[in-house]
Nanobody
């Protein structure tokens, strides 16, 4: 499965962006999808995960209440709606797909998309 992340850009603090993660195959619907981010000079960080059918989600504490992960398996696409963005949210955001446990563990994921840059100005 090939994943392509898009939707990044420059936004002012307090603004919103919606990232998309488009998959090349319908087998995408078999996998949990996660969003991760990596800020300059920092390690990659787990942001959010959604189960294969969208019924369960989980978020890192720092984005709870501001970010929403969703998916549309008919379109082979997952989304990350980011509201009330903060400057510390500036990072390259990546999507990835694998089993729920693997995504939550954030290691050894099978499928990765290329990153999309999100820059939040203060």
């Amino acid at each position: 499965v090939q994943l392509q992340a898009s939707g990044g850009g420059l936004v002012q603090a307090g603004g919103s962006l919606r990232l998309s993660c488009a998959a090349s195959e319908r087998t995408f619907s078999n996998y949990a999808v996660g969003w991760f981010r990596q800020a300059p000079g920092k390690e990659r960080e787990f942001v959010a995960v959604i189960g294969w059918n969208g019924a369960i989600t989980s978020y890192v504490d720092s984005v709870k209440g501001r970010f929403t992960i969703s998916r549309d398996n008919a379109k082979n696409t997952a989304y990350l709606q980011m509201n009330s963005l903060k400057p510390e949210g500036t990072a390259v955001y990546y999507c990835a797909a694998d089993t729920w446990r693997t995504v939550v563990r954030s290691t050894g994921l099978t499928y990765w998309g290329q990153g999309t840059q999100v820059t939040v100005s203060s």
